[in-house]
């Protein structure tokens, strides 16, 4: 089976997906490591986005600390559970490929088991100056070689940032980045 390409196809998939843990009342995931982990490398107030967001792992982290969030999901059905959940947050059903962030309208961005390359460069011009963009993804583990990340790309991915913390752990299939825009 092919990976959708399609923004009304990938918007199917995820719904599904969504719809099937609503039904299963599995709980909003957690946030994702990096962003726990390194937390302290957070502003303490500011705009953030969390792009891809799904349920809403990462924007109900920043936003329980204190930060104002914007949360960005292609499924219809996972912004409308997280927009019931938190209404603090401003969730949005939203191809962020097809309309990415202006520049320089967040203080941190944050992405989780989401990848198009393409993308990085709006991503990068996305942060204010300070900002901090925190990321993790799939090193291995998906049938579609196109989300996997190469070893140590994830660094290399964002060239106008200054990396505050790296990893690859042994024991994990995600790579985690935090990076910062210096100017």
Known sequence: MT???????LATKWNVRHRY???????APDACSVLREQARLLPARGEALDIACGRGGNA???QARGLAVSAWDISK????ELSRDVPAIKAEVRDVIQHPPAPRTFDVITISRFLHRALC????CALR???????????TGLSNADFLLEPDELALLFPGLHIEFYAEPEHSSEA??????LT
């Open 129 to 139: 100056p300070g900002g901090a963009l925190f990321y993790q993804t799939f090193l």
């Open 3 to 9: 990976e959708p390409t399609e923004p009304e196809e």
């Open 60 to 62: 109900r982290f920043l």
């Open 121 to 124: 460069p709006a991503i990068e």
């Open 176 to 181: 985690q980045l935090v990076a910062k825009r």
């Open 21 to 27: 843990a609503k039904r299963q009342k599995i709980n």
């Open 77 to 80: 059905v996972a912004v409308e």
